[in-house]
């Protein structure tokens, strides 16, 4: 009862934050739910029934948005391995979290967020936030991009996309739509684990802020 209560009370955060109160949520949708709120340790547990726990590398456990949350100085990350229900986006998917910037990013494509490469991402730029999905072997033709930050203020991100348009949520505003083709979403792929704070490849693209709360669904979650 109380892993419910969790999980139903994380839904209902997430969807007010991005104006889809009114929503309906397939359980069977969820992915994963990291409230990040162990306060220590290197696991990061999963509350949904899938128990797609992941792995904190060097991040250090702060106070959060709500309750505690992993902080983030550029040189370490988080991961969560690949499974069946992580790679399980053919039909739409969502990406949820907070995220506090505590320093200047050092490109227009670092790291908040992403599964495999661009497939799908959550990035931040000097002034703004991104997201993409990788089609044909290309993510330049998804890129959507808009909202704003302020370093030491929470910021609530979103990306989704239903089956043919991808959306970027910035606090309550649905910031940029773009209508698209079918991702490359592989099944169980080696590289389809997904890394908070850093991209897989190198550590010049790596995010320096909190991040909370994050929500990963199997649907496009909308209004």
Known sequence: MKRRSIIIGMIAIFLFSVSVTYAKVDPKTIVGIWLLDEGSGTVMKDSSPNRNNGKVVGAQWVKGKFGSALEFDGTNHAEIPASATTDKYVDGFTYLLWVMPTGTPPNANTRIIERDWHNPTIQ???????????????????????????????AFVALSWDGSTLRLYVNDK????????????????ESGAIWLAQWKAGADWSFKGVIDDVGVFSAALSD
């Open 124 to 154: 931040i730029g000097p002034t703004d936030f991104y997201g993409s999905i990788m089609i044909a072997g290309d993510q330049a033709a998804s890129n959507i991009r808009g909202g704003t930050w302020t370093k030491g203020e929470w």
């Open 174 to 189: 649905m910031v940029q739509e773009k209508k698209l083709g079918k991702p490359d979403f592989s099944k169980n792929h």
